[in-house]
């Protein structure tokens, strides 16, 4: 994990100095959406929902127990896509983020790091594969949906485009009208740093624990911090 002394300062300083617009993932840089609201409870409740229906066989035993509710969404996808069935699964799913906003806790130094950005004249979007909707009404709470509108990208009924795939990346960069070399992706996920890989985006990935910080170091991650402070602070430095 990156640490705030020499080297590694130097190289957060060089990826912010390059980031005329910076791509925030949602759910773990800006917020822990589902920090009052049980992810494991959601993706549980939509199992059940599958086997009410009798519909359990489109999951693996594995997937039957996961704590990730969009591994049960893709996973539906991927044994049933296009179909009703999916739409309904994403607008269940939907919903609950909704409702996980309420009690949704902010990453510490977001705030002040998104205001700041902003203010040095930085252009910002959020890149998720969470509602876009829950994502908007966590922004508008927290007096921060004017530092993104409209560039807020995020799940559809299409889930072909979710993360790793690289399009919510590409849909914000066309219509920014930004090179991939002029912007930033800071993200949680190893799917955050494939998307953007694959979108020729740089990238800083954020990780809260240990266990963040070891499976973005395996997925190639080469910048990784444990707080969004020393950005706040590489910000505040060249305002």
Same mark, same amino acid.
């Given at each position: 994990?990156?640490?705030?002394?020499?080297?590694?300062?130097?190289?957060?300083?060089?990826?912010? !100095?390059?980031?005329?617009?910076?791509?925030?993932?949602?759910?773990?840089?800006?917020?822990? $959406?589902?920090?009052?609201?049980?992810?494991?409870?959601?993706?549980?409740?939509?199992?059940?929902?599958?086997?009410?229906?009798?519909?359990?066989? $489109?999951?693996?035993?594995?997937?039957?127990?996961?704590?990730?509710?969009?591994?049960?969404?893709?996973?539906?996808?991927?044994?049933?896509?296009?179909?009703?069935?999916?739409?309904?699964?994403?607008?269940?799913?939907?919903? #609950? #983020?909704?409702?996980?906003?309420?009690?949704?806790?902010?990453?510490?130094? !977001?705030?002040?790091?998104?205001?700041?950005?902003?203010?040095?004249?930085?252009?910002?979007?959020?890149?998720?594969?969470?509602?876009?909707? !829950?994502?908007?009404?966590?922004?508008?709470?927290?007096?921060?949906?004017?530092?993104?509108?409209?560039?807020?990208?995020?799940?559809?009924?299409?889930?072909?485009?979710?993360?790793?795939?690289?399009?919510?990346?590409?849909?914000?960069?066309?219509?920014?009208?930004?090179?991939?070399?002029?912007?930033?992706?800071?993200?949680?996920?190893?799917?955050?740093?494939?998307?953007?890989?694959?979108?020729?985006?740089?990238?800083?990935?954020?990780?809260?624990?240990?266990?963040?910080?070891?499976?973005?170091?395996?997925?190639?991650?080469?910048?990784?911090?444990?707080?969004?402070?020393?950005?706040?602070?590489?910000?505040?430095?060249?305002?």
């Amino acid at each position: 994990m990156t640490s705030d002394t020499g080297k590694e300062t130097e190289r957060l300083r060089e990826l912010i !100095a390059r980031a005329r617009v910076v791509l925030w993932d949602f759910d773990g840089p800006i917020c822990r $959406l589902f920090a009052g609201h049980s992810a494991t409870r959601v993706a549980a409740e939509l199992v059940e929902w599958l086997e009410v229906r009798g519909l359990h066989g $489109l999951l693996a035993e594995n997937e039957r127990g996961t704590s990730d509710p969009h591994a049960v969404l893709r996973a539906v996808n991927v044994r049933h896509p296009d179909g009703d069935l999916v739409a309904e699964l994403e607008q269940r799913l939907t919903a #609950e #983020e909704i409702r996980a906003v309420r009690t949704a806790m902010p990453t510490a130094y !977001a705030d002040p790091l998104i205001r700041t950005w902003t203010a040095t004249g930085a252009r910002l979007a959020i890149t998720t594969n969470n509602s876009p909707r !829950a994502a908007c009404l966590y922004l508008t709470q927290r007096d921060m949906l004017g530092c993104f509108h409209p560039h807020i990208y995020g799940r559809t009924q299409d889930l072909h485009h979710l993360k790793p795939d690289p399009h919510f990346l590409g849909s914000a960069l066309d219509a920014m009208g930004s090179e991939p070399s002029d912007a930033l992706m800071i993200g949680d996920s190893p799917s955050d740093h494939t998307a953007a890989l694959r979108a020729g985006v740089p990238f800083l990935g954020y990780a809260r624990n240990e266990r963040k910080a070891k499976l973005l170091g395996e997925a190639g991650a080469e910048v990784i911090v444990g707080s969004l402070e020393p950005l706040l602070r590489a910000v505040r430095s060249r305002a």
